[in-house]
C-alpha cells in the first residue's frame, strides 16, 4: 500500500576514560532513543515522511550532562 510504518530506537553506553587533569574522570553516561514516523507514497516518485522521536541522556554527572530531546521532523523525496 501508500503507507509505511517507521520505527526508532536505540541505547547507546557511553563510557569515558579517565584521563589525569581532566574532567572526563571515567564518567559514564546512557543514551537511549525512540520514536516512530509514518511515511506516504504518493506516487512511484514522491514520498512524503513524518517523524517524531525522543532522546534522553543520563550521566552519573548530572549537572549540564543531562538532557530530553523532543523532534518532529518531516522530509519530501523525489526519484525522478
Given at each position: 500500500g501508500p503507507f509505511e510504518a517507521i520505527v526508532i530506537?536505540?541505547?547507546?553506553?557511553l563510557r569515558y576514560q579517565d584521563l589525569d587533569g581532566l574532567s572526563f574522570g571515567g564518567?559514564?553516561?546512557q543514551v537511549t532513543r525512540v520514536g516512530i514516523g509514518l511515511g506516504?507514497?504518493?506516487n512511484e516518485h514522491l514520498?512524503?515522511?513524518?517523524?517524531?522521536?525522543?532522546?534522553e541522556r543520563v550521566s552519573d554527572v548530572p549537572?549540564?550532562?543531562?538532557?530530553?530531546?523532543h523532534?518532529?521532523?518531516g522530509s519530501v523525496s523525489f526519484n525522478p
Amino acid at each position: 500500500g501508500p503507507f509505511e510504518a517507521i520505527v526508532i530506537g536505540g541505547r547507546e553506553q557511553l563510557r569515558y576514560q579517565d584521563l589525569d587533569g581532566l574532567s572526563f574522570g571515567g564518567r559514564r553516561e546512557q543514551v537511549t532513543r525512540v520514536g516512530i514516523g509514518l511515511g506516504i507514497l504518493a506516487n512511484e516518485h514522491l514520498r512524503f515522511t513524518l517523524t517524531i522521536d525522543r532522546e534522553e541522556r543520563v550521566s552519573d554527572v548530572p549537572v549540564l550532562r543531562d538532557y530530553e530531546r523532543h523532534r518532529l521532523f518531516g522530509s519530501v523525496s523525489f526519484n525522478p
